[in-house]
Structures are given as structure tokens and as C-alpha cells.
């Protein structure tokens, strides 16, 4: 690990600007300046369009094993409940890769749709009444959160997700 860091160092410094989500992923490297990027300003949220009652999404690749072992998670420790509790909530998992086959293991969760890649995601997110991030590894700052906080959508994280934005 120490060599890997060494070499690491080595390369970036050849760089102009390093750029980091939060201040604890701050290198040290001599050379090119750098700087903590502010995460995203809040949007005030839109509207739903009509409103069709509870929706959650969720996107991502596929092919990403954080994404994939989040949805597990979520899936099996959460969904359940939800759907229980609001016969009317559903959830949508919209991403690349092959979410439709990934999902033929929940078949017998109740409102879950798997679709694999949108054409456009504000529909997406127009049809969603908040957003999920259920990622407990990985790297750098959760695009997931900032997209949902773009479209004004609130979002519901786990912490590791939330970590860097304040």
C-alpha cells in the first residue's frame, strides 16, 4: 500500500489541479494545487407529476458491486416493510446493466419494477417522490445524492452516503 501511495503521489503531481470531495480525501502532493469542491446546492423541490402515490427510485449500474450489494440490503431489509406498511408504495431501480435479471431473485417482492437503462431521467425523477442511496462502500462523493438533490428530489441515504455533504 505505501508503494501504491508513493507511485500515486508521483503521477499526481504531474497534475495542475487536484480536485476532492471532502477535505478527509485531501492528499498531500507536492506540485499542483488543491481544492475541496463544495457538493451540491440544495434545489427547492419540484412538483410530482400526478402525484401517483409513494414512489422511491433508485439509479445506478448495475455492474457496480456497491450499487448491487446496496439494493440486496435495501431490498431484503427494507422494502418489505415499506410495501407492507403502504399498499400503494412502489419502487423503481432504473440503471445499466441488466437490473431486470438482477431482480428476477425478488419476484416475489410486491411493486418493485427493474428497467434497465432510461432515456430520460427527468421523467424518472418526475414520477419519483424521493430518491434511495442505500451504498455502504465504494469511493468519492455519491453522484446519487447530488443528482436527486438536482431534481429537487429528497433523498433517503445511508450515512456513508451522506458523508461529505455536511
Known sequence: RTSLMRRAKRCLSQAQLLLFAKSADVLDVA???SSVLSNVPFAEPTLVAENPGP????VGAQTYAPNKNGMVWFLENCWPEIAAQNRAARLRVVGSGNWPEFGLAYRHLDRVDFVCFADDLNAEYAQATASICPIFEGAGTQIK??????????????????????
Open 55 to 58: 414512489r422511491l427510485l433508485f
Open 31 to 33: 506540485g499542483p494545487r
Open 145 to 166: 445524492v447530488i443528482e436527486s438533490c438536482a431534481f429537487g428530489r429528497p433523498v433517503v441515504t445511508s450515512a456513508f452516503s451522506a458523508d461529505g455533504f455536511g
